[in-house]
């Protein structure tokens, strides 16, 4: 067990650079517009995330790097949030990185049970990412949706109200390249009182 995610890539996994697509610097400039000019840490974490998914859910040391000269803030800053926060991979990830809580809310509501059956389906075990790159997984502390519990995030989506069969029939869709519905998977909408 373990989130080798969080480990700093080897350096023949870094690329030569990293910079925003056009469309991200447009956004990552209307990001910062958003807060007072002597407080620019406060885009850091919008930033990253933004450059997590330009370069296939993870943060490269040149994107770190980007991220300090864009806001012109140390390094040092951008690094500590980036180590800090389980939602930034410092190393590759699958095409479809499952991240699933196991905090009380969720244990409650079985989802060890769905940790142990996962592992089985997809023959990983945390920190691990599959051979042929479709999945990797991570465990991680409340997702903030415990009220939909157990749940799991997917890449940037939420998957809520699993059991075994509804995650079973998600993983299969995933592997399977078919669509698949975020949020609960049960009968309710959102956190609507189960009918
Ligand atoms: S405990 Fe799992 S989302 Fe909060």
Sequence with gaps: MGNN?????NEELQPDNFSFSNENLLKAKDIVKMYPKNYRESSIMPLLSMA???NDGWLPKKAIEYVSKFLNVPEMKVLEIATFYSMYNLSPVGKHHIEICTTSPCMLRGSDNLLEKLKNWIG????????????????????????????V???ENYYEDLDLQSFEELINKLSNNK??????????KGSEPKK
């Design 124 to 151: 990983i075990n945390t920190g691990e990412i599959t051979d042929d790159n479709k999945f990797s997984l991570n465990r991680v502390e409340c997702l903030g949706a415990c009220v939909n519990a157990p749940v």
């Design 179 to 188: 669509n698949v519905k975020m949020g609960p998977q049960s009968s309710r």
């Design 5 to 9: 995610f969080k480990k700093i890539a």
């Design 52 to 54: 997590q998914s330009q």
């Design 153 to 155: 995030k997917i890449n």
